[in-house]
């Protein structure tokens, strides 16, 4: 093979022909732990629900008729729209979408700072980014609620301060489960664009300087058009999880500002569950994030070709 050593075209005559037998591993795990839990959660949300929890295996479209549509107690009435889940998920998608653009914000400028460090001490930086994240997400979560709540580490700082008169109320608010999304997926951001910027060559931002360009004109015609799919990943690694969050919704919001995560945990816990239900709106949002996902893919093959 034209360009390999003697060491690479050996190893490629010796596994030539079992490329299908090398990744067959990863096939069975993905199968087993990704397709096969998708399987069954879209045959229970086709299914009738059971009284004490579970499923009856009775086909019906009733948990999607459920999530869309309003029949009345009884079941008995004209359908009308039902705004509930609906708002619920319009909830979770300005959520995942505002802190997105937070992280976005926040993650270029530091992924900027680390990648032009000297390359001795880019691995400090990146230790210190990712450290705190070697901490559970759930110990992290509720330790962000007792530092914002009224008679917290920071309300009490601000007091001192002499910043306020009155503790700020945070916690249970749409503001609270937006600190708790931005911190819990900030590195996932900052991390591809890094490695994005890592791999920018400066010459092309001297050879914009040269011909005059300021730094706006450098920053959004050359920079962010070469780093752009770091910045893509790094949208879309914390979009997803943000839509489908439960613990920042349910520690840090309370009961009046519910995400989508948060109403499918809530079928499958206890033995009042909807199972049938909660697979079903599981299904709607994994529909949804692969809308985004095949729209951004079709993107990428029209800019390529």
Known sequence: MAGLGPTGGRAARTYAGRGPLLILPAWVIIGIFLVLPILIMATYSFLTKEFRGGVIWEPTLAAYDQ???????FGDEQPKIEWTYILIFW???WQAG???LLCLLIGFPTA????????????????????PYWVNLLIRTISMKFLIRDNGPMNQWLLNAGLIDEPIHIINTNLAVQLGLFYSYLPFMVLPIYAAVERYNFALSEAAADLYASRWVTLTQVIIPV????????????FVPSLGAFLAPDLLGGAKNFMIGSLIEEQFKGAAGNWPFGAAAAMILLSMVL???????????????
């Open 67 to 73: 999530f869309f549509f309003d029949r009345g107690l």
């Open 91 to 93: 909830r979770s998608i």
């Open 98 to 100: 505002l802190a997105t």
């Open 112 to 131: 900027w700072f680390i990648a032009t460090r000297p390359a001795h001490s880019r691995t400090v930086w990146l230790f210190l980014i990712t450290v």
């Open 227 to 238: 780093v752009k799919p770091g910045i893509i990943a790094g949208c879309i690694l914390v």
């Open 291 to 305: 809308i985004v996902l095949i729209v951004y893919a079709r993107n990428q093959d029209r800019e390529s070709a």
